[in-house]
Nanobody
Framework: QIQFIESGGGTVHAGDHLRLSCAIV????????IGWFCQVPGKEYEGVAC??????????SDSVNGRFTAARDNAKNTNTVYLQMSSLKPEDTCRYYC????????????????????WGQGTQVTVSS
């Protein structure tokens, strides 16, 4: 059974930074693509960042490129992924989810929520102006 343990969300001011963590139990992440997605009520999931399992290529949405960094803890036997969020803006306010899926990922177009099979419970990030 795959389990997700997400943490790191909170309420911050514009310009601050946060680091979201997602520990994933029950899989070998070497065989999965990893995604971070964001959803506000009433809207579809937005792909924020994705990491290819095959070659660790990382894809970012235009809105976060240069401010957010997605990474995987490469320590042996550690299945934790991170989303380092810097220079936060009020428009970054969202519930952030980590997700995984198998398969090919070689472009940003595959950083799409409908391609991901397993999801965490999400963590809320609120940025005040």
């Amino acid at each position: 059974q795959i389990q997700f343990i997400e943490s790191g969300g909170g309420t911050v001011h514009a310009g601050d930074h946060l680091r979201l963590s997602c520990a994933i139990v029950g899989v070998n992440l070497d065989y999965y693509n990893i995604g971070w997605f964001c959803q506000v009520p009433g809207k579809e999931y937005e792909g924020v960042a994705c990491i290819s399992g095959a070659d660790s290529s990382t894809y970012y949405s235009d809105s976060v490129n240069g401010r957010f960094t997605a990474a995987r803890d490469n320590a042996k036997n550690t299945n934790t992924v991170y989303l380092q969020m810097s220079s936060l803006k009020p428009e970054d306010t969202c519930r952030y989810y980590c997700a995984i899926t198998r398969g090919r990922m070689d472009s940003h177009t595959q950083c799409a929520h409908y391609l991901f099979d397993f999801w965490g419970q999400g963590t809320q990030v609120t940025v005040s102006s």
